[in-house]
């Protein structure tokens, strides 16, 4: 088994070998993965938050080693406050923008290691802050299929996403987030952090979002906004209409 680990600051994973394929996730800054298969300037992998399948550039990533490998996955990488913003890469000098949640493998003090290149990461590394402020940085966050960061983010990206600023992985899509955690009796029993699913007229899970309290969702749907939830699922002001048809509210930790 081959490894590698993403030394960019965001990389597009593709359902296929192509750029002219649907984005269906994205890797951040120091997360790694195994690599299944190589394909002219592709590669196949396989993250190791969340077992995920796609497609990546062979050049937008670093080859890692199985001992290199398997201490990060072991470790669990420090969690990144927003504060963190930068990693200046010393070998040439040059910026990388980071998004929340990038994995600051080999960290020791604010340097970061990732193969041959060092980085010192500009910005605070501090402690896990109220979901709901993490949660609220994302408003107004465009949608974007297969998006994880601030520029652009799909619903169960930004669920994935605040969660794992908590220290807690969610797997990617909605309906893999809904096997996890467990179902409340009713939507009045909801708080801060639990999750909200919606299903589709086959009864199919389409959509996620957090729940800020048991009559407001956090969630993103052209935008990541706030909206009205009941029992019959998200009432959108500005449609003057439900959106969403709510099928279970969980609890993941």
Not at 64 to 75: P, V
Not at 160 to 167: D, H, I, N, W, Y
Not at 244 to 249: D, E, G, N, P
Request: with cysteine; charged share 20%.
């Amino acid at each position: 088994m081959e490894y590698g680990i993403c030394n960019l600051s965001v990389i597009p994973m593709r359902a296929e070998a192509s750029d002219k394929s649907e984005q269906v996730s994205q890797v951040l800054f120091g997360e790694t993965f195994e690599i299944t298969e190589w394909k002219d300037n592709w590669v196949k992998i396989i993250t190791s938050i969340d077992d995920y399948p796609g497609w990546i550039g062979r050049l937008q990533f670093n080859m890692l080693g199985h001992l290199a490998y398997k201490r990060i996955k072991q470790t669990p990488p420090p969690i990144t406050h927003r504060a963190v913003t930068q990693a200046w890469k010393i070998n040439n000098n040059s910026i990388l923008y980071l998004p929340m949640g990038s994995s600051l493998s080999f960290i020791e003090g604010t340097t970061c290691r990732i193969g041959d290149e060092k980085f010192e990461i500009i910005g605070e590394i501090g402690e896990t802050e109220n979901m709901a402020v993490t949660a609220t940085s994302f408003l107004n966050t465009p949608y974007l299929w297969g998006g994880r960061t601030h520029f652009g983010i799909d619903c169960s990206g930004f669920t994935q996403a605040v969660f794992r600023s908590q220290g807690f992985n969610l797997l990617r899509d909605a309906r893999m987030q809904e096997g996890q955690g467990y179902a409340l009796n009713s939507l009045h029993d909801s708080k801060l952090g639990d999750l909200a699913f919606f299903e589709n007229a086959d009864g199919a899970i389409v959509h996620v979002g957090i729940m800020l309290n048991n009559e407001k969702i956090i969630h993103a749907s052209g935008k990541v906004k706030i909206d009205a939830i009941d029992e019959k699922g998200i009432f959108s002001d500005e449609l003057k209409r439900y959106t969403h048809k709510l099928t279970t509210v969980k609890r993941m930790f």
